[in-house]
């Protein structure tokens, strides 16, 4: 058996020595830029939509996972976000390749992959939009660094610089229920560097998740409490050389639907990252994470606790080294190496709903690792550019364990999995070409790996749901040790349209299709109890168009991006009863549209409308969640001097969401709600 560590907490060291290194650098021309190294001229090959400062910052939730969606076919497992869903249900999917709650998307901050080392879910309460540059989404799968994790796509997320902060910016809103959102910065010039410390803090007694005619007096609303602080500091310590130091720490605290029904995770994450942007430019990171979740699990008929996930402490350590050697001014090579590491173990017990006494205690944990070489070139030929990667990854899957105890400490159960590992390659390629001034077509073929998660692999959970008649579902969902790779095979093409000065259009279909996709398969009903075991279906196979347009036209602006994807599983021996039915919570159409108008400098008025289709709730379509269409507003209007007022409305038109639906019993999202406040910006 192994030990439960605590969660470590990184004491996050004072960046003084390294802000003093611009004094001994003599030249005088330094721009410190505070990123990565520049995209590679082939990026355009692959399907990418870059959401700017103004838009993320722009949402009538305050939230990036709302930013977000304004990229069709970007979703999160559920509706609800990240004040009142789960957090183990966060994962991060596109273009309909979901199934479950884990990320089939990668998500980098920074350069750092931010999904939790043990579930696979994105903590976006700890991400806050107002630290951030720019996010960019890469549909398809990723060769590069990082890239086994991306079978559905990419996210990365830019931290923002000190001239796109300004010295101070920060502020203060409120709901009409009385919840509150608070955030600062501060981001100094320290010598030819800088420096930015910020933090946020959210807090509310949440809206009813549950209907009104479903709710019982140990009913609750979806309250929240959230916390994040940050330090970056960024010097130069050469001409093209630059360091870069970031800390993060976070809390969320949420409970879901019953009093008691609390859930909370935690989060240190340190990185340190050493880019040179000279002949031969380099990015070198190094990151450490340690987190931790805990969940009490609520019976909806006697509402006592079932379960009591105490302790989910993981840790994640890795780093990358890319080079991009001087090879000819019409090639950009990029080589190197990227190491993740992943640790996590779980410490739950079981209650009796009748009498609250333990019944069970259980562990269960392991270690995931993936040692990844990358190579790829972008060869530009005149108008043409051609582009072709490949990635080798030596990745393993060890430590795992499972231990079930009687209340006194007896075992009852003592399993330790067999360890492996194996090498995977992946490529991918295409090819970009400016057919006229105003139209550019590209292409390109990919292939890609994901392991399974620790959670996917050991832990086993129930779910206790009401029937609206009456009674209880229960649906028991079974770990499977045994779990395979999944391995991405996709294609697409697409084309984009400059046909006037700021106006730019996009259309893009694709054809991927996951193999072993692991799905949550029904195996058997009996009565009122559903078994259920994360299995690999043969594929998940989702073919689509993307279609993209932006309008820049003086003050007034235009963006808009609408999904369709046809996705359906491929399954035989015991999952066949899933051939051809759609993965669960996966909708066939997704769009958004948001019209901004900025008359002058702090001035902004937006609207945004958003629709979801219709979405099956599990994997046998028994349920189907309703389509749901929002409109949201945010409006920013200066007062005096620094200070601006801030109006935003979500879901002005009071829809309602179904975020969960089983057997008539169902959880509802976000409600109509206004925010009024102030944001002060001192340059």
Known sequence: MRRIAPVATFALPLPLLILAAPAVVQAQDIVVIGAGLEAPPAAPAYNAQTIDRDRLLETASGRLEDALSSAA?????????????????????????????????????????????????????????????????????????FGAGAVAGTVELDSANADQLGLIQASLTGNDRGETEASGTFAPRLGQGFAVLSGR?????????????????????????????????????????ELQLRGLVFEDRRTLRFAGADTASTGQDASLRLVGR??????????????NFSNIVI??????????????????????????????????????????LNDGDMAEDAFSAVTGLVTARRRAGG????????????????RLVL???????????????????????????NLAFANR????????????????????????????????????????????????????TITSTQRNDALRIEQLEGFEAGLDITPLPGVSLSATAFDNRIKHAIANVTLGVSGNTVTRQRQNVDAVHARGIELGARVRAGKVSFDGSLAYTDAEMDASGAS????????????????????????????????????????????????????????????????????????????????????????????????????????????
């Open 576 to 683: 066949a009863s899933l051939n051809g039915k759609r993965p669960a919570q996966t909708p066939r159409w997704a769009g958004t549209a948001t019209v901004s108008y900025r008359p002058a400098a702090r001035w902004a008025l937006g609207l945004t409308l958003r629709h979801i289709g219709s979405q099956f709730e599990d994997d046998l379509e028994t349920d189907l969640l309703p389509p749901a269409t929002t409109i949201d507003a945010f409006a920013q209007v200066p007062l005096h001097g620094p200070v601006s007022l801030i109006l935003r409305g979500e879901n002005l038109g009071g829809e309602t969401i179904v975020t969960r639906l089983q057997d008539g019993s169902m959880d509802i999202g976000t409600p109509r709600t206004f925010w009024a406040g102030i944001r002060i910006e001192i340059r």
């Open 421 to 472: 590992q194996a090498w995977q390659s992946s490529f991918r390629g295409g090819a970009v070409v400016a057919a006229t001034t105003a139209l550019s077509l590209r292409g390109a073929a990919y292939t890609g790996l994901r392991l399974p998660t620790l959670n996917e692999l050991y832990r086993s959970f129930n779910v206790v749901a009401p029937r609206s008649g009456g009674g209880v």
């Open 299 to 340: 019976s909806s008929t006697s509402f006592r606790k079932t379960l009591d996930q105490r302790a989910t402490p993981s840790t994640g350590l890795g780093g990358k080294a890319e080079l991009r050697p001087p090879v000819g001014g019409n090639h950009v090579l990029r080589l190197g190496a990227d190491l993740r």
């Open 367 to 382: 270690q995931t690792g993936d040692l990844g070489l990358f190579l790829e070139d972008d060869w530009t030929l005149g």
């Open 387 to 413: 582009t072709a990667g490949a990635r080798a990854d030596r990745w393993s899957i060890s430590e795992g364990y499972f231990i079930e105890t009687t209340p006194a400490g007896t075992p009852t159960t």
């Open 201 to 241: 803090w959210d807090r509310g007694k949440g809206f009813w998740t549950t209907p009104e005619n479903q709710r019982v007096p140990a009913s609750a609303r979806a309250s929240f409490d959230s916390w994040s602080a940050g330090l970056r500091a960024v010097a130069p310590i050469a001409p093209d050389i």
């Open 278 to 291: 000279g002949n031969w430019a380099f990015d070198v990171l190094a990151y450490v994470q340690a987190r």
């Open 73 to 145: 076919g970007f979703q999160q497992f559920r509706r609800s976000d990240s004040r009142s869903s789960n957090p183990s249900a966060q994962g991060v999917t596109l273009r309909a390749l979901g199934g479950n709650a884990t990320s089939r998307t990668l998500v980098l901050l920074d350069g750092v992959p931010m999904a939790d080392p043990f579930f696979g879910f994105i903590p976006f309460g700890a991400i806050a939009p107002e630290r951030l540059a720019l996010a960019r989404i890469t549909r398809g799968g990723g060769a590069g660094a």
